[in-house]
């Protein structure tokens, strides 16, 4: 799988350190790889100082070089429509009122909170929901930042759950981790902690670290969200990131994103949601693209990912079907969107369209109905 880099040894390869340390960051490095359409070169240059690009070497290994609409290469090679007149004009830096009072705290819902452990990730990707951090510089919270948001939580008794995010949260140090891991913890009423990590698929070098692992099985329970958008970024080192993770009893959930150009196509969702059960790895969303300032390009019609929910039902058992969802604008909170399956009704008979084609009539009896 290495591809452009078939000549680097396994030992370095198979090291998260050099994976990050050689992260390809300049117009000039990327070239080396991969010859650049004219709009990708107008693209890096003008997103240089509001949306820059950073992308491991391993991730890198994944694209096509001779396909500018290579899937892989859209989320991860700055193109100038970015910074378009038309697409600056549309979305929202925060569209979802993420920022409050304590930095990196959200707290949307009464029994859960998020936690921004850091600005920096592998990759930079170039439909990022928090595409606002690309120009914060690259920093994890320090233990004072840390410490108050753990005040914060001791504070809310309501709190049973806490999603440690970023940026790329496991990017920090196994030590910064374990710190505030183990503070959360210390707070009785936290029952979960899940962690949001796209680094199974950036660079899932990460999980070969023992260390790490035990950090986490330690801190159980832990559940791990991570976010897989095309079934090209299932790989061997994935999949062996996600059994390490397994193993360890760290169960991993998975959030599509759906994107135009990416996986606009119901063929390469259900390949997606089939590999996504062979390695073990439950999906749970297909999340509608937000609309963040620099990134609503990608976006799709509501129709589209409709047309995707109906293709995937009686294709793919039902644990491999992710609920459709839009993130509501001024975090007013997600809401599924699903196909109608209810043609009419007349008393308690019903008309259903079947995914398997025709119509089925089915009655409610007496002891049924409410």
């Given amino acids: 799988m290495r591809g452009l880099f078939r000549d680097v040894k396994t030992e370095l390869w198979r090291s998260y350190h050099w994976q990050i340390q050689n992260r390809i960051k300049t117009k000039e490095e990327l070239k080396r790889y991969i010859r650049l359409t004219p709009e990708e070169e107008e693209g890096i240059d003008k997103t240089y100082s509001l949306y820059p690009m950073a992308i491991t070497p391993y991730y890198l290994s994944l694209i096509d070089p001779e396909d500018p609409q290579d899937p892989i290469r859209l989320q991860a090679v700055p193109r100038a429509v970015e910074v378009d007149e038309k697409v600056q004009a549309l979305g929202e830096p925060d569209p979802f009122k993420e920022e409050g009072s304590i930095p990196g705290l959200t707290h949307r819902y009464p029994d859960r909170v998020l936690f921004t452990l850091t600005t920096f990730c592998a990759v930079y990707c170039r439909h990022c929901m928090r595409k606002r951090i690309f120009q914060e510089g690259e920093r994890a919270r320090t233990k004072e930042e840390i410490d108050r948001f753990v005040e914060y939580l001791k504070s809310r008794e309501e709190v049973r759950e806490v999603l440690l995010s970023g940026g790329e949260p496991l990017s920090v140090s196994n030590e910064k981790l374990n710190y505030v891991l183990s503070k959360i913890r210390e707070v009785s009423h936290v029952e979960v902690i899940r962690i949001g990590t796209r680094l199974p698929v950036l660079a899932p070098q990460r999980f070969f670290d023992d260390e790490l692992l035990g950090i986490l099985e330690r801190h159980s329970p832990i559940w791990i969200n991570t976010h897989f958008n095309h079934p090209r970024e299932i790989t061997e080192e994935s999949a062996e990131a996600v059994e390490r993770l397994l193993r360890h009893g760290v169960p991993v959930n998975n959030q599509t994103v759906l994107l135009k150009g990416v996986n606009d196509n119901p063929e ?103």
């Fill in 268 to 370: 390469v969702v259900l390949k997606l949601m089939r590999e996504l059960l062979r390695i073990k790895v439950r999906p749970v969303y297909l999340f509608h693209c937000d609309p963040v300032k620099g990134a609503v390009h990608f976006r799709t019609s509501l129709e589209k990912g409709l047309e995707i929910m109906e293709y995937l039902r009686g294709k793919i058992s039902g644990m491999g079907i992710p609920t459709y969802a839009v993130d509501l604008p001024g975090g007013k909170g997600k809401v599924p969107v699903s196909p109608n399956y209810i043609v009419k009704r007349e008393g308690q008979t019903y008309l259903f369209r079947s995914p398997l084609d025709g119509f089925v009539e089915y009655t409610i009896c007496d002891a049924e109905a409410p």
